[in-house]
């Protein structure tokens, strides 16, 4: 009995230092680990902080994480650009009278019941998503009763312009936006920000953004992770109206770094329109005088025949990309590329599969003796890690761009200025294979040396987790929040 009760006493008092690590952290640590050991039940929990492995990762990125040699100083942004209305996915569909079904893809949106369907399909998935909605004016009616809807927000939209917005925070920086910019998008964006005249426009274009939360519930629905669904009836991003005032106005605005987006948005348009669109914009970027990195950030699309004439004509003409995992395996799919047979991600994509999928863009399509083209890096981002992929000899800092993209994914969806290590975990794998299709290695995970890198044929890839906020303030323009930043931090070889 004596036993027994002194067994009780040891839980009880061990449930209780168990209460003090967690309500009071920033007791002294030695205190609490003596309290612990002299109850004789092993190794202390180290709680959130410096000795964590979240502390340990972020300040080993700080000291990773410096500026290059050759910084830019002009950077020309373009052409997709809006007015984010952010709000609750499950409110604003209650709002319209809608409960959730079993969940269905649509291509393209038609009508409020295809709404719901794609929302309850991704959102089952934890999985972002963009469509087009092809009815204007039930769009138009939906945008209306989320704009007013109590709790929306107002931001600037369009990967051009988030991307522009994110440069334009480093005043050193001047940067050129090209893209539609009415009233509302002219008053959210950066005075750092320059548009040209003719890129203004009397109405703004509206993208609805429905946002939920991890574990969040509706009716038998409950999402794994947080994350959007985006859609709109965006005409003049579609047809992509800015391309040809973007690449006049880079002349004057004499750029160093060029960042393109927004060809996804051209999905709403016939096959001809499509066809005839990405010949002019393989015209264009030809015109931008030689010696100019462009960058292009994809976004989610669902027509294989586009993405597979993007991936064909347009990737050897730009020099990087930015994109995330449903972008790359949709990329695979289209273009038979390895694992193409792989239907979807099942939880965090495998750096295997993804390490193959890099390394097929840059030696299919990226640069080389034999090849003529100019794409020789790729920045990519998912929610639990990101890996730069860069053809040797053409880029530097690479180590600290990887580091600094995803230190921005945590600090940016947390909204902190610095990672609060109490407010984000590591979700990365400890240990992955470099390989699923060649000899990979197998590699461990050290939050003190945060970088992985390691070497593929001419093709040298950088690993880094990611700090996943845990309760995420706002999830949209994160992809190009990363890539700005990464790019913010590379420095390309003047003979690239």
């Known amino acids: 009995m004596a036993l027994w009760r002194g067994s009780a006493y040891a839980g009880f008092l061990a449930l209780a230092v168990g209460c003090v690590f967690l309500l009071e952290p920033q007791l002294p640590g030695s205190a609490l680990r003596w309290l612990w050991s002299s109850l004789q039940l092993g190794p202390a929990p180290v709680p959130p902080g410096p000795g964590s492995p979240e502390g340990r990762l972020a300040a080993a990125w700080d000291a990773l994480i410096v500026r290059p040699a050759r910084s830019w ?182 750029p160093d770094l060029v960042v393109l987006s927004g060809l996804h948005m051209m999905e709403g348009q016939s096959k001809e329109f499509q066809r005839k669109r990405l010949l002019e914009v393989m015209t264009s970027i030809s015109d931008i005088p030689t010696g100019i990195p462009v960058h292009l950030e994809l976004a989610s699309m669902t027509n294989r025949e586009l993405m597979s004439s993007i991936v064909h004509q347009v990737f050897s003409a730009v020099t990087s990309l930015g994109l995330n995992e449903q972008e790359l395996l949709f990329l695979s799919q289209s273009a038979s590329g390895p694992h193409s047979s792989l239907s979807s991600w099942t939880g965090v994509p495998d750096v295997g599969v993804v390490s193959d999928i890099l390394f097929w863009i840059l030696k299919e399509h990226g640069k080389s003796e034999s090849r003529a083209s100019d794409l020789t890096r790729i920045h990519f981002h998912t929610l639990a890690y990101h890996i730069l992929a860069t053809v040797d000899g053409h880029w530097a800092n690479q180590l600290a761009a990887v580091a600094a993209g995803a230190r921005m994914a945590g600090t940016q969806a947390c909204a902190t200025e610095t990672i609060d290590t109490r407010r984000v975990s590591l979700k990365a794998p400890r240990e992955f294979m470099t390989s699923r299709s060649a000899a990979g290695s197998r590699v461990m995970l050290n939050p003190n040396e945060p970088v992985v890198e390691w070497h593929r044929e001419g093709v040298s890839f950088h690993f880094t987790p990611v700090l996943v906020c845990k309760d995420p303030v706002r999830t949209v323009g994160l992809g190009d929040a990363i890539s700005a930043e990464g790019l913010f931090y590379s420095e390309v070889h003047p003979h690239s």
């Not at 007015?83 to 038609?110: C, F, I, M, Y």
């Not at 769009?139 to 939209?157: C, D």
């Not at 959210?188 to 703004?204: M, R, T």
Request: hydrophobic share 40%.
């Open 73 to 254: 100083r002009r950077v020309a942004v373009g052409v997709n650009a809006c007015v984010d209305v952010v709000l609750s996915g499950v409110k604003l569909l209650q709002a319209l009278g809608l409960n959730p079904g079993n969940g269905k893809d649509h291509t393209e949106l038609r009508s409020r019941n295809d709404l719901e369907d794609a929302f309850v399909h991704f959102m089952g998935k934890g999985a972002a998503a963009e469509r087009f909605f092809s009815d204007k004016e039930t769009f138009h009616n939906i945008a209306q009763i989320a704009s007013e809807f109590p709790g929306a927000q107002h931001y600037v939209g369009g990967n051009a312009a988030l991307i522009g917005q994110k440069f334009a925070a480093n005043s050193d920086l001047k940067v050129l936006l090209c893209g539609p910019v009415g009233p509302k998008l002219h008053e959210l964006l950066d005075d750092n920000v320059f548009v040209p005249p003719e890129s203004l426009q009397e109405v703004d274009e509206f993208h609805l953004i429905l946002e939920y939360q991890a574990g969040e519930e509706w009716g038998r629905l409950k999402a794994p992770h947080a994350n959007r669904f985006i859609f709109s009836h965006d005409l003049s991003n579609g047809a992509m109206n800015m391309l040809e005032v973007f690449v006049s106005s880079l002349e004057e605005f004499q």
